[in-house]
């Protein structure tokens, strides 16, 4: 595990220490608000930020876990791990829903006053602006290093501020009328919310652990593919592709001449590799699959002049997901070839 290796690295650590530093430190103001208060919706937002502490810890560890080298016994390395952590804090999520549930009922049907609920206001209003800078850069470092567990801990943390808004607006609402019931009926509509976040997230961890379909990975991947297209690269098919924390990893068969030796045929899939290796800056296992061109595949061939022809070149397939990905090289059917 070291820089050179995952230049993200340094940034992951970075912004995951401060989400765990940050997140205790805002956990302390709002028990120390539902202790002058006494609120039920100030405690679910309070038990909220319990599980972000603890996320944020299993993030820091996970990430630190994904980024060690392949070894004999983790050939594929070590990246799921982050889509395990997504899952657990997404866990953690549907626990904390549960227990506010759990708080908040008996305050809807037996409202009790609020005292000092002014400071009990200030302090979760101050928590929030910091959590929503917190989980803003957090989501933002996560995309931009395509790191899972960044972006699940920032949506976690955006969350924690869209909870203590609404439970502001409702203690606001508390202030005003003198309804003491909506302090338990805020902290029921808080559980449900991070409840459906916590699924998402849930769910979002084992589409990863199952290689779910990336199209977005697949359509980044097909376009730099042909951006770089070269005429004696006839054609590209059974693409595909999955993320593992950082890493990428990326297979398909290429078509070529079938009058090129294996030295050439060689040289020009090291080729191909370096490309996509380049694009994502050294993160990224590629296996390509090299078959030798056939007579079909003439109308759509690029290499000319070539000894091999049976026909000349008619149209060349566009490299979209829809034609990198099919099974074989030839056209789906019913669907026609276009010009490039």
């Known amino acids: 595990m070291n820089s050179p290796k995952n230049p993200n690295l340094r940034n992951h650590l970075l912004a995951i220490s401060a989400s765990l530093l940050i997140g205790a430190a805002l956990m302390a103001i709002k028990f120390l608000a539902y202790y002058l208060t006494g609120s039920a919706a100030i405690l679910s937002d309070a038990l909220e930020s319990i599980i972000n502490v603890v996320a944020a810890g299993f993030a820091l560890g996970s990430i630190i876990i994904a980024a060690k080298s392949p070894d004999p016994d983790h050939p594929y390395g070590h990246g799921k791990v982050e889509y395990f952590s997504a899952g657990f804090e997404g866990a953690l999520i549907i626990l904390a829903a549960l227990g506010i549930f759990y708080e908040a009922w008996p305050r809807l049907l037996h409202p009790q006053a609020i005292p000092r609920l002014e400071k009990g206001l200030l302090l979760i209003l101050g928590a929030a602006l910091v959590n929503l800078g917190l989980g803003l850069v957090l989501v933002m470092v996560g995309r ?13 943390v955006l969350t924690d501020v869209y909870t203590t808004a609404g439970v502001a607006l409702g203690l606001v609402g508390v202030y005003f009328t003198g309804w003491n019931w909506l ?29 779910k379909s990336d199209p977005e990975l697949l359509e980044e991947i097909c376009r730099v593919i042909a951006e770089h297209r070269r005429p004696m690269w006839i054609d590209i098919h059974q693409l595909r592709a999955r993320r593992a924390g950082a890493r990428v990893f990326i297979d398909f068969h290429l078509i070529l001449p079938r009058d090129f030796l294996l030295e050439a045929s060689h040289a020009e899939v090291k080729q191909l590799e370096k490309i996509l290796n380049d694009y994502f800056q050294g993160q990224a296992d590629i296996l390509i699959h090299a078959d030798p061109c056939m007579d079909p595949e003439c109308p759509i061939c690029g290499h000319d002049p070539c000894d091999q022809r049976r026909a000349g070149t008619t149209m060349q397939r566009l490299w979209r997901t829809d034609t990198l990905t099919c099974e074989g090289p030839h056209k789906t059917p019913g669907q026609p070839d276009e010009e490039t």
């Open 144 to 156: 931009r290093t395509k790191s899972i567990v960044l972006i699940a801990d920032g949506k976690h």
């Open 183 to 211: 302090d338990g009926a805020v902290a029921i509509l808080v559980g449900l919310n991070i409840l459906v976040t916590g699924a998402r997230l849930v769910h979002q961890a084992a589409a990863g652990l199952m290689d």
